[in-house]
Every structure is written in C-alpha cells, then in structure tokens.
C-alpha cells in the first residue's frame, strides 16, 4: 500500500484535561474516520448542529487561540496544537469529540498527542493523499507583523521570529522542515506568556485553566516554572507548532516555504485566507510516489509512520 495514501489512527484514544482559557474540565476523545473526511470536531455536550470543520474559513477568532465556529454559531477553541500534532503526523482524517467547548490544554504543548497517537498507530487507507501546492508569494502585513507564503520544490518549510521589546530573551529565530527533520522540539515546547499580562488576561476572561502546569511564566528574565526550558528555541519553537497546525485548517497538509515575523495565530489565519482567496496562488494535488524523488520518500517521516 502506498506510504502516499490517507491515515487515520488504528482506534478511539480519550485525554482528559482542562481548558486554557475557558478553565473548564474536559474530554475529549479521537476516532478513526474514513478517507476524505478530514478532521471534523463534534461538540457532544450539545444536541443539535454540533460538528465543526476544521477549516480555515470557520475561524472566528484567533487573538489568543485559535477559535472555530459553525454556521449555526457553535463553537470549538484552542485547536492548533492538536492540528499541529495531526499535521506533523500525517493524520488526514479524524473524528474529535469533546464535552465542552475547549480542548485540554494538557501541558500547554503537543507532546501528549504526538506520544499517544504514535503510541496506538496508524490506519492507512487506498485513497492517496492530496496537499496543497503554493505557486505564487503571497504575504500579509499588519505592522511589524508579517507572514509570506512562497513555493518550495517538495517540502514544507517554516522560518519563524519573535521579537519582544519587553523580553530580550524571547527574541528568538528557528526553521524548520516539516517534512524530513526531526520534529520533537516543535512537539513539546510549550506556550508562554509574560507575568505582567496573567492578570490582564484573566480579567478579559481568558488564561480561566492557566497555570504553570500548561505554561512558561516569564518575569523579566526569570522562568517562574520549576521546569525550566524544554529546548533553547522553546519560545519560537512553539510559535512554529501554533503555525503549523494554524495552516493545517486549509484542510490539507502543504508543500511551500512559510516566513513569518512577530506573528501568531491571526496573522497566521489572515496570510493563509489570502492565499486560499485566489486560485491562481496554489493548486491541490494528489501525491503519487512516481512523482517524488526518491531521497524524499527515504527522509519522508509520513513513510516511517505509515
Ligand atoms: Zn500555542
């Protein structure tokens, strides 16, 4: 069976957990799901109108997280770090269920699903996977900000910055190649946030389930976490885990070169809308193996998860 084709996990895993932002309990549970279905959210504290599709164009709010909502309003928040774990893994199709309206926040990074889910396996189907292609730069600015999509030959790359007038040490850069390097410091780096702004983020309502169990707490320079860096990138690390599960809402995994400053998550999603805004910026297509060099599939981590 081709290694190119659509997975699915191998069956139903439940985690458990708490909201970052909305503070409430949560579980949340994956299940397979057939080829061509891609990754649909299912809200089962409510009844009706109560699936979710994972795309792009369903984000109605991405200021803190990533939030999505339906045509009938409801809605599923802090997607992009299990998105970045399925994207990462090469999980095409999956079925979430969960009981509230914010997925766990585990450890504030992807490590417990990229853990579990490489734990329990993967479905391969007989359908072939398709990616979207970038054929044109695109970039979206909002100040200082910006993101730039541009084509690449066969791979995915990602070169990220943060830069923080109030935090020198946060100034970070790092690039990465989705598609052949090894991916577990983007998996387990965490999300952070500045001490100054837990209690204005607390009095918006958000960080409800923040603590130094799902966070980096930084004062000044001082980690207020016992547990101190994962990795020295950890910082724009995780910027690149939130960017590459913000990306994989355009509903298939990409091929293209992605630069991005001081961004987040609504550049993110404003930069891939005007990509996906004209069909002259990109083409989807249907991997065969013919068509990939070899030194590829050999290097291909979808290959040795399949
Ligand atoms: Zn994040």
Redesign the pocket.
Known sequence: MSVLNQKTIKKSVKFEGIGLHSGKEVEMTLHPAQPNTGVIFKRTDLRNNNTICSSVFNVSNASY?TKLTNESGVTVS?V??LM?ALCGLGIDNLLVELNSEELPIMD??AKNFVDIIEDIGFNVSDQPIRIIKINKKVSYLDGEKFITFEPNKITLEIDFEIKYKQNSILNQRNKKNIYMDELRDIYNS??FCLFEDVEKLKKMGLAQGGSLDNAIVLKGNEILNDEKLRNSNEFVN??I??CL?DIYLAGYRMVGKITSSQGG?NVTNQGLRELLSNNENFSIIELKEKNIPHSFLIKNPLKSSA
Request: charged fraction near 25%.
């Open positions: 997280c802090t992009e770090h970045a504030g990074s965490r999300t995780h910027k885990l939130d599960g998550h």
